[in-house]
């Protein structure tokens, strides 16, 4: 199982980065992608979880990147996107993503308490300065 992001970098506050989560390992659609992120003396914190769904996929976002941030999926490309908007210098942290089953969490559970999220990847960092 492999999770590798990519997208960091570092953008003026207002600016837009898109984070990719390239999966490999694993069938995509039996797991629940989380998005973290741990800024420097901070605890890391859980940002949008998405589980793939029937009809539509099911997601969670914490309250401070609610309507700022959206998170996707792309099961064929095997690839979990998080598209962050209106950025502020409090984003500043890096961005992990993980993975946990779908039938070991749900989407509030894995990203309020990280219950399941069983793989991580390395993280890529985001830095919203002026």
């Known amino acids: 199982v492999q999770l590798v992001e990519s997208g960091g970098g570092s953008v003026q506050p207002g600016g837009s980065l898109r984070l990719s989560c390239k999966t490999s390992g694993f069938i995509l659609d039996d797991f629940t992608i989380g998005w973290f992120r741990q800024a420097p003396g901070k605890e890391r914190e859980g940002v949008s979880c998405?589980?793939?769904?029937?009809?539509?996929?099911?997601?969670y976002y914490t309250d401070s990147v609610k309507g700022r941030f959206i998170v996707s999926r792309d099961n064929a490309k095997k690839t979990v996107y998080l598209q962050m908007s209106s950025l502020k210098p409090e984003d500043t942290a890096v961005y992990y993503c993980?993975?946990?089953?779908?039938?070991?969490?749900?989407?509030?559970?894995?990203?309020?308490?990280?219950?399941?999220?069983?793989?991580w990847g390395f993280g890529t960092q985001v830095t919203v300065s002026s």
């Open positions: 998405i589980e793939d769904s029937d009809s539509d996929d099911t997601t």
């Open positions: 993980s993975a946990g089953r779908v039938i070991s969490t749900t989407v509030q559970d894995m990203c309020t308490a990280e219950v399941g999220a069983d793989y």
